[in-house]
């Protein structure tokens, strides 16, 4: 079974600044995906990033990256100048590759933009 | 083009009284996934459907809940009888042939008084 952990109950960062959610797991499986899904108050699931595990390079969207550290099982994303509209909880998430796999959660980071 | 259907959005409804929240996915996509989000347990996985086809229910908490698909475009999720402690937001969820990445719909907020 796979397990998911994110340390981090509760962040907080200026308006602007950079700031990184970590997140580790756990899995035998080889081949896989790592998602970030953010969940603004509104409480849709949107999907912020996502890795290949087979992929050496690290994804990046924008404002938003992750650094992807495979032998450590590591996973953590970086919001670059952070808008206020960043505010949510972070929930970072594993799948295993093939036909109609599960997302596993871990148990979010709620982050807070101040000004 | 629309996203992930659900509704209703709210429901409020009494311990034992049956609670069934429908889910349209997105076209042309052909799997569907259950999800339930509570404080204590998180999101975790219900069920989920490949083809119309149940995969996985080992999600699914007891025999009070139920989950059909009876078409490519329409699943239901059903309760009976309900109980307090079912209170939580219902996910669903729908991919490309279980490709990457799953998309949500707005969720469904059940209370159970």
């Known amino acids: 079974a796979q397990t998911v952990t994110q340390s981090q109950p509760e962040m907080s960062v200026q308006e602007a600044e950079t700031v990184t959610l970590s997140c580790t797991y756990d899995?035998?499986?080889?081949?896989?995906?790592l998602f970030w899904y953010k969940q603004p108050p509104s409480r849709q699931m949107i999907l912020v990033i996502r890795?290949?595990?087979?992929?050496?390079q690290n994804a990046t969207e924008n404002r938003f990256s992750v650094n992807f550290q495979k032998a450590a099982k590591s996973f953590s994303l970086k919001i670059s100048d952070s808008q206020l509209g960043d505010t949510a909880m972070y929930f970072c998430?594993?799948?295993?590759?093939?036909?109609?796999?599960?997302?596993?959660f871990g148990t979010g980071t709620r982050l807070q933009v101040t000004l | 083009d629309a996203g992930v259907i659900q509704s209703p959005r709210h429901e409020v409804t009494e311990m034992g009284q049956e609670v069934t929240l429908r889910c349209k996915p997105i076209?042309?996509?052909?799997?569907l996934f259950w999800y339930r989000q509570t404080m204590m347990r998180g999101l975790e996985l219900l069920i989920y459907?490949?083809?119309?086809?149940?995969?996985?229910d080992s999600g699914m908490p007891e025999d009070r809940f139920s989950a059909k698909m009876p078409n490519a475009s329409f699943s239901t999720l059903k309760i009976q009888p309900s109980e307090p402690r079912d209170s939580a937001v219902y996910f669903c969820a729908s991919s490309l042939d279980g490709s990457v990445p799953q998309y949500f719909g707005p969720g469904t907020r059940l209370t159970v008084t």
């Open positions: 890795q290949e595990a087979y992929k050496q």
């Open positions: 899995t035998s499986e080889s081949n896989y995906y």
């Open positions: 459907f490949n083809n119309n086809v149940p995969i996985d």
């Open positions: 998430a594993f799948m295993r590759a093939g036909t109609a796999s599960k997302l596993t």
């Open positions: 076209s042309g996509h052909n799997s």
